[in-house]
Nanobody, 129 residues
Framework: QVQLVESGGGLVQAGDSLRLSCAASGRTFSSACVGWFRQAPGKEREFTAAISGIGDSTYYSDSTKGRFAISRDNAKNTVYLQMNSLSPEDTAVYYC??????????????????????WGQGAQVTVSS
């Protein structure tokens, strides 16, 4: 079982940066792919970024590529999402999610919500104009 807790959300102004953290329990976390998804009011949950278990493969949505960076510190069981040049369109609840550990997830990163078995409770990010 993996439990995920997001932190680092808040209220910022357009153009600012913010870093989200996803802390996980469970020693097998380091072999799981971790993704970040977001859901804005009235919209469906959408993929943002993902990173493979060993951290050598990353995947970004078109809307975040070049502005967001995902990384992980497996010694700390933590995955980060650095968000730069934020705009009001980035306002959403941000969720981190993890696949089951091991296998292909050591080296693959996925954008499909159905690949993820564990989800955090979410962190609110609000960007004012």
């Amino acid at each position: 079982q993996v439990q995920l807790v997001e932190s680092g959300g808040g209220l910022v102004q357009a153009g600012d940066s913010l870093r989200l953290s996803c802390a996980a329990s469970g020693r097998t976390f380091s072999s799981a792919c971790v993704g970040w998804f977001r859901q804005a009011p009235g919209k469906e949950r959408e993929f943002t970024a993902a990173i493979s278990g060993i951290g050598d493969s990353t995947y970004y949505s078109d809307s975040t590529k070049g502005r967001f960076a995902i990384s992980r510190d497996n010694a700390k069981n933590t995955v980060y999402l650095q968000m730069n040049s934020l705009s009001p369109e980035d306002t959403a609840v941000y969720y981190c999610a993890a696949t089951t550990p091991g296998g292909v997830w050591l080296v693959l990163a996925s954008q499909r919500p159905s690949d993820y078995a564990y989800w955090g409770q979410g962190a609110q990010v609000t960007v004012s104009s």
